[in-house]
């Protein structure tokens, strides 16, 4: 599975943003699929997950009521809507695919199989 991460920018606090993560290759009939973020000399850190169904959604507390994740199940695409963006937002955000979609802890990174490359969100106060 290769995962395409996109959408990244610099915007000012209480901006949106919206991230997309396009994901190709071998296909699995359930999967969850995540967002991470990182910022230098700090670890990667839960930002928000899904299930293939889409009817479970998990958030960090720090992004509960800011951001909403959702799938596109014919487009292999999972979209991060971030918004009313804070300062403290500001990372490198990747996204991640766990091949069993009945995985009990989406929130953590052991969960995954697979990493996209990461993109750049900047969010200037």
């Known amino acids: 599975v290769q995962l395409q991460a996109s959408g990244g920018g610099l915007v000012q606090a209480g901006d949106s943003l919206r991230l997309s993560c396009a994901a190709s290759?071998?296909?699995?009939?359930?999967?969850?699929m995540g967002w991470f973020r990182q910022i230098p000399g700090k670890e990667r850190e839960f930002v928000a997950a899904?299930?293939?169904?889409?009817?479970?959604?998990y958030y960090a507390d720090s992004v509960k009521g800011r951001f909403a994740i959702s799938r596109d199940n014919a487009k292999n695409t999972v979209y991060l809507q971030m918004n009313i963006l804070k300062p403290e937002d500001t990372a490198v955000y990747y996204c991640a695919f766990a091949r069993d979609g009945f995985q009990l802890y989406p929130s953590s990174r052991a969960t995954y199989d697979y990493w996209g490359q990461g993109t750049q969100v900047t969010v200037s106060s």
């Open positions: 290759g071998r296909t699995f009939s359930t999967y969850i």
């Open positions: 899904i299930r293939w169904s889409g009817s479970s959604t």
